[in-house]
DNA sequence: GTTGAGCGTT
């Protein structure tokens, strides 16, 4: 959507975008147009929004009629204070109708042909925006651990953030998961020999913080009725634990059957 | 009510 139709942009044949970064996220397109109309022929006037909320994600893109007059907004309204924040304008870089830039400046006479497809290159990312970036991965970080299932609201960073999505591996999870799991049913079993006193200090140490943790969850129960109980006999996985396979138990027999 | 690096719509 644009500010000027419902049907996505009017025509991007000859016009030249201008990325505003930093803008407040109650700034709309109404307060900006009039701002960069000033400085030429605005023909559009777009603000991503989140698919969901609809909340302004912070930047913004106008789109000029000519060039010259896109680098007068630039040279203008960059780091112009728009609704208490200084905004900051730049050429956009990977639209639809990507500008090429030569050399910092607009490379005019583009309209005639699309060669601009092979000027426009990928250029270097290295910047020193490390420390803006750490910042926010750090408050994120905190709301993550607040929300853990919150996926949905990384949909704006989830493009970028997918080197680091993709570090993440599952196997890390199902281990942990499998060994606590193996653990809890250990104790689950030691709890026989003294059920009243384990479940006390349990119950006194264990209380508050499930409570917050997940209150109607109860694993416990679930994990009893388990199929492999019933096949055995007897506890299966503890059996598996200690004496893995037989032939094992017939080495031991061998050399530590004295000793033991 | 909040956030703050970035690159876009039916």
């Known amino acids: 959507m644009s500010h000027f139709g419902r049907t996505g942009p009017p025509d991007i044949r000859d016009t030249f975008s201008l990325l505003v970064l930093n803008i ?4 709309t397109a109404d307060d900006l147009f009039p701002l960069f109309e000033r400085c030429g022929k605005v023909v559009d006037v777009f603000i991503p929004r989140d698919r969901r909320t609809g909340d302004s994600r912070g930047f913004a893109f106008v789109r000029y009629k000519y060039a010259d007059e896109a680098q007068k907004a630039i040279d203008r309204l960059d780091g112009r204070n728009v609704d208490g924040r200084n905004i900051m304008v730049q050429f956009a870089k990977y639209g639809p109708n990507a500008v090429p830039i030569h050399k910092g400046r607009v490379k005019e006479g583009v309209e005639k ?30 709301s993550r651990e607040r929300h853990v299932h919150d996926r949905d609201r990384d949909y704006r960073r989830r493009s970028r953030s997918r080197s680091r999505s993709m570090s993440s591996s599952p196997d890390h999870k199902s281990h942990r998961r499998a060994r606590d799991d193996v653990k809890r049913k250990s104790r689950s079993k030691s709890r026989s020999k003294s059920r009243s006193r384990s479940r006390s200090r349990s119950y006194h ?12 969850k109860s694993p416990l129960p679930q994990r009893s009725p388990t199929p492999e109980k019933h096949a055995n006999g007897k506890d299966s996985p503890l059996s598996r ?3 893995p396979s037989p032939k094992r138990a017939s080495s031991r027999s061998l050399g530590s059957d004295s000793k033991e």
């Open 24 to 27: 407040s996220f109650r700034t």
């Open 113 to 142: 042909s699309r060669d601009r497809s092979r000027s426009r290159s990928p250029r270097p990312r290295h910047r020193d925006r490390d420390d803006r970036r750490r910042s926010r991965s750090r408050s994120r970080s905190r």
């Open 205 to 216: 140490s264990s209380s508050p913080a499930r409570r917050s943790a997940s209150p109607p």
């Open 241 to 243: 634990s200690v004496s």
